[in-house]
């Protein structure tokens, strides 16, 4: 019943990621459509933001593991 | 029939015998329950400490099929545990495992104090069924019949009621680690005897190959984030670029000098965040921890809590996120990628199977190759946002207030 439990937990991780990292990189594309020069700059901004995000996700991937497979 | 792949990390972060003596060396002092056979057990507990069957499936013939495995029985029976496999291949071990029986072994090298330093390949183990000098192999670590207990970090501070020894094995982490540090080191003496070779000429060769790499990493990493100061904190930087990108890529190679995990093991990126933590927090200036403890610009009453969040902040969480983005990423990957080259095996059912197999091929290898070509750009992208976030913390400390 605890794996259930947590791998729904991770579900809802990996969808507030992909909401997450998806809002990034729409709202960088209409960046690059107004500006095309500064698309390097708004890539790299991007990537940082991007993997911010998915650090929150990820602590939330973790704390999956740890429900599912309790490592007293 | 199909197992479900229930993925559960085996994290011991949190265990108090985690190997962080040893970086990226797992230690695992406790002993696991033995294994009853034709025991129902579900749903599974992979890394319970209650004493339960340690990794036991939950099928129906409660047989076990890593052991079995490594006896070397190839009983038509017994199931393909899913989970168990990755978590072998996931978790530093003393051997390189390479298929059904055989394994490359690597050395152990003990030390326990009294009896001097002892050191085998660990094939004397046979995977656990030979006791070697007063030490035994449960479960693919190393155990001391006598009840001694592996010296790590707590156990040296805390002190043990046990007598400690000092394990000093060569393991598939250490090595891969070893390895990439060498190849670090051939990588760049070739590329700076090249640019000594050929002074004022176009680069060629391995020197066009790591050049866009260091300018890239010099210019958009460094330079922005650290106006002045950044040639002092730049060997740190590519040091650490460099060192997270090989060990990256070595994990993603299927077979022998590469396929250790060592980027998705927490005791490695523990130790990358500690260090790099202990930079910034040793280059800070005063400016730095003035506006952190007490930030300018809000009102009187907040700044001690803002205070206490920020120092919380610049202490752990930073250095704990980015131990926990690295690891996450990487060890993720490497689940994902075993867990599809595990569907051959579960199409075939073990080789029960044929068409099974064929169909299980054709999807498993789309599958991976796909897989394959998200993790060689995971492991890039890691690399890069480990020396951009260390970059950017180390720039907030050492900047200097601005003159108004």
């Given amino acids: 019943m605890i794996y259930g439990i947590a791998a729904i937990g991770a579900g809802l991780a990996a969808i507030g990621a992909g909401v997450g990292i998806g809002q990034i990189g729409g709202k960088a594309m209409e960046a690059i459509a107004r500006q095309p020069e500064a698309s390097g700059e708004i890539r790299t901004s991007m990537l940082i933001v991007a993997a911010?995000?998915?650090?929150?996700?990820?602590?939330?991937?973790?704390?999956?593991?740890?429900?599912?497979?309790?490592?007293? | 029939m199909i197992s479900t792949t229930m993925i559960c990390a085996q994290d011991h972060s949190g265990h108090k015998h985690s190997g962080q003596g040893h970086s990226g060396h797992d230690h695992s002092g406790h002993s696991h329950g033995t294994k009853a056979?034709?025991?129902?057990?579900?749903?599974?507990?992979?890394?319970?400490?209650?004493?339960?069957?340690?990794g036991a499936d939950g099928h129906d013939h409660g047989s076990h099929s890593k052991d079995a495995h490594a006896h070397g029985d190839h009983d038509p029976n017994k199931n393909f545990n899913v989970n168990e496999m990755i978590m072998h291949h996931i978790m530093d071990s003393h051997e390189f495992h390479i298929a059904g029986d055989m394994a490359i072994p690597l050395p152990v090298i003990l030390y326990v104090p009294g009896e001097g330093l002892k050191t085998f390949l660990s094939s004397k183990f046979e995977h656990g069924h030979k006791e070697v000098d007063g030490f035994a192999m449960h479960h693919g670590k190393v155990v001391s019949t006598k009840g001694y207990e592996s010296a790590d970090l707590f156990n040296l501070i805390g002190g043990s009621d046990n007598k400690l020894y000092y394990d000093f094995s060569i393991?598939?982490?250490?090595f891969t680690m070893m390895l990439g540090a060498?190849?670090?080191?051939?990588?760049?003496?070739?590329?700076?005897?090249?640019?000594?070779?050929?002074?004022?000429?176009?680069?060629?060769?391995?020197?066009?190959?790591?050049?866009?790499?260091?300018?890239?990493?010099?210019?958009?990493?460094?330079?922005?984030?650290?106006?002045?100061?950044?040639?002092?904190?730049?060997?740190?930087?590519?040091?650490?670029?460099?060192?997270?990108?090989?060990?990256?890529?070595?994990?993603?190679?299927?077979?022998?000098?590469?396929?250790?995990?060592?980027?998705?093991?927490?005791?490695?990126?523990f130790v990358l965040a500690f260090i790099a933590s202990m930079v910034v927090n040793f280059s800070a200036n005063k400016h730095f921890w003035a506006h952190t403890l007490w930030m300018p610009g809000v009102p009187v009453a907040i700044k001690p809590i803002l205070g206490v969040i920020e120092f919380i902040g610049v202490i752990i969480i930073k250095p704990a996120s980015l131990m926990i983005r690295l690891f996450a990423?990487?060890?993720?990957g490497h689940i994902i990628i075993l867990s599809l080259i595990s569907l051959i095996f579960i199409f075939g059912q073990m080789g029960e199977s044929i068409p099974g197999v064929?169909?299980?091929?054709?999807?498993?290898?789309?599958?991976?190759?796909?897989?394959?070509?998200?993790?060689?750009?995971?492991?890039?992208?890691?690399?890069?946002?480990?020396?951009?976030?260390?970059?950017?913390?180390?720039?907030?400390?050492v900047e200097e207030p601005e003159h108004h």
């Fill in chain 1, 52 to 72: 911010l995000v998915e650090g929150a996700a990820l602590f939330a991937i973790v704390v999956a593991f740890l429900a599912a497979a309790p490592a007293a």
């Fill in chain 2, 37 to 54: 056979p034709g025991k129902h057990v579900t749903p599974k507990k992979v890394g319970s400490h209650a004493g339960h069957n340690h």
């Fill in chain 2, 171 to 174: 393991t598939k982490n250490v």
């Fill in chain 2, 182 to 269: 060498l190849i670090m080191f051939l990588l760049f003496m070739m590329v700076a005897r090249g640019y000594k070779n050929r002074a004022g000429k176009s680069p060629k060769g391995l020197q066009a190959v790591m050049e866009p790499l260091f300018v890239f990493i010099q210019d958009e990493v460094a330079k922005p984030n650290i106006p002045h100061k950044w040639q002092k904190y730049l060997p740190f930087l590519m040091t650490l670029f460099f060192f997270i990108l090989i060990c990256n890529l070595l994990g993603l190679i299927p077979f022998f000098p590469g396929s250790g995990n060592v980027s998705g093991n927490i005791a490695f990126t």
């Fill in chain 2, 329 to 332: 990423n990487i060890s993720g």
């Fill in chain 2, 358 to 397: 064929a169909v299980g091929s054709i999807v498993s290898t789309v599958f991976v190759l796909f897989m394959n070509c998200i993790e060689l750009f995971v492991a890039f992208l890691q690399a890069f946002i480990f020396t951009i976030l260390t970059a950017l913390y180390i720039g907030q400390a």
